[in-house]
């Protein structure tokens, strides 16, 4: 089999070390050829560590996409922002596409990249990575056998974690919904869509409701800096900057962290690196100044076209980064947690019956391991071994539209929206 061309529109966390690290992983299945990114670091760290030259790596994805076809398949892990303008693009160059979420932020532009790949007749894979993980294929599988009958309810929840929160949605590249996308899209597209493929429902409408209720200037301690180096509370505050990327346990370089999110703020990853993108860079602004207007939770209630229901949480105020599910049928209910990877199914008037796939799930990698198992799916379909992958951009398009009716529920005072899908 020849190995499948793989162009990277972006080198951040997914682009370079999720997707760029599976196909080092696999090299008689992939290769990357080109590389585009603004950073220059980045991109002559890509450049060596793909054994690129210089003509191969691009300073913007236009620039690659001026030239004739370099690859099979292009990875768009680009801000949310651009994605819809690159795709189109792509396309009509004649590129296969592994699209990172949201494909768009718009749902015209959704669309139109769909109804594109189909008179292209190419291949676009959206990275809603969760369709391909072993916890929630288990679930979908007991839902489809019938076991649990007809689903009626579904509880889906979110915890997105402090930390992680603080990073991406408050200091972060998804701090400002105007220059990226609104958080539902950007975070829980990932969760309606999941709720929509265990159920193997349709949508007819959503309500929402939501804010910023934390992360802002009034929550502020008396006398805190806006900046965490500088703080007076920098040792015991939860956000402090210096805690979450430098002394933390779980996140901090000092503890030997040298992956996300600490190398989104500097590369090489070494606290004195860290030390001085705290002192100029946006991730060392104290959380509560940081002009953020990403909302810190929300709620979505959802009714189904046959009449069933489903509601989604999405918070950042877990101690974890983790999701559960709790699906009730007729005849029964499922309950599972990511944190435990059990998964526990009652029908009713019977013992439950206890599934634990920790050990199947352990070592896979990100998203449950659902990034390697999308990845080894976009590899069989475009090598012509399947003809299949969970996540095309047909079946990724009605979470998009949901997500983006319930941002507008949300900004009208919960007022329910009607989807046209």
């Known amino acids: 089999m020849n190995k499948i061309k793989v162009a990277i529109a972006g080198l951040g966390g997914r682009g370079r070390d999720t997707f760029g690290r599976l196909i080092l992983e696999n090299p008689d299945i992939a290769e990357v050829v080109a590389v585009a990114d603004i950073n220059e670091n980045k991109k002559n760290e890509a450049a060596d560590v793909f054994n690129l030259p210089s003509r191969c790596c691009f300073n913007d994805v236009a620039d690659l996409l001026n030239e004739d076809k370099l ?19 792509a396309l009509s160059s004649g590129y296969h596409l592994l699209l990172e979420k ?15 790949a189909s008179e292209k007749n190419r291949h ?98 008396e006398g805190a800096a806006k ?52 002192k100029t860079g946006p991730y060392g602004r104290c959380v509560f100044y940081s002009d953020n207007d990403t909302v810190d939770h929300q709620v979505v209630n959802i009714e189904f076209t046959d009449g069933a229901s489903a509601h989604l949480t999405m918070t950042a105020f877990s101690d974890e980064i983790y999701r559960t599910v709790r699906v009730m049928g007729t005849l029964g209910i499922i309950e599972g947690d990511t944190r435990t990877n059990i998964i526990k199914m009652s029908v009713y008037g019977k013992e439950p019956v206890i599934i634990d796939i920790d050990e ?15 990845f080894a799916a976009l590899m069989d379909l475009l090598s012509g071994k399947s003809n299949f992958a969970h996540s095309t951009i047909d079946k990724s398009v009605e979470s998009h539209i949901a997500c983006l009716a319930a941002e507008k529920s949300r900004q009208n005072g919960g007022e329910s929206i009607l989807l046209q899908v």
């Not at 990875?75 to 795709?87: S, V």
């Not at 294929?137 to 019938?146: F, L, N, P």
């Not at 939860?238 to 590369?267: C, F, H, M």
């Not at 199947?360 to 999308?374: F, K, W």
Request: with cysteine; glycine share 8%.
């Open 227 to 278: 900046r965490c180096l500088d703080c007076k509370f920098k040792n015991s505050c939860i956000y402090s900057a210096e805690e979450i990327y430098i002394n933390s346990p779980k996140t901090g370089v000092k503890q030997g962290n040298t992956g996300w999110p600490a190398d989104v703020l500097a590369r090489p990853v070494t606290e004195e690196n860290i030390r001085l993108a705290l």
């Open 71 to 89: 690859a099979d398949v292009l990875f768009i892990c680009t801000p949310d922002e651009n994605h819809y303008k690159t795709a189109i693009r």
């Open 360 to 374: 199947i799930v352990r070592g896979l990698g990100s998203h449950g391991g659902g990034d390697a198992l999308m």
């Open 124 to 221: 676009v894979v959206v990275c809603h990575s969760l369709r391909y993980t072993p916890f929630y294929g288990k679930i979908k599988e007991i839902i489809d056998s019938g076991d649990i009958g007809e689903v009626v309810t579904l509880d889906a929840f979110e915890g997105v974690g402090y930390y992680h929160h603080a990073h991406s949605f408050v200091r972060g590249n998804w701090s400002d919904t105007k220059q990226s996308s609104p958080m539902i899209l950007a975070k829980c597209c990932h969760d309606m869509d999941i709720i929509i493929w265990l159920t193997n429902k349709h949508i007819n409408a959503v309500s929402s409701f939501g804010c910023t209720q934390y992360f802002k200037p009034e929550k502020a301690p």
């Open 102 to 116: 949201p494909a768009a932020v718009k749902t015209e532009d959704c669309l139109d990249i769909a109804k594109t």
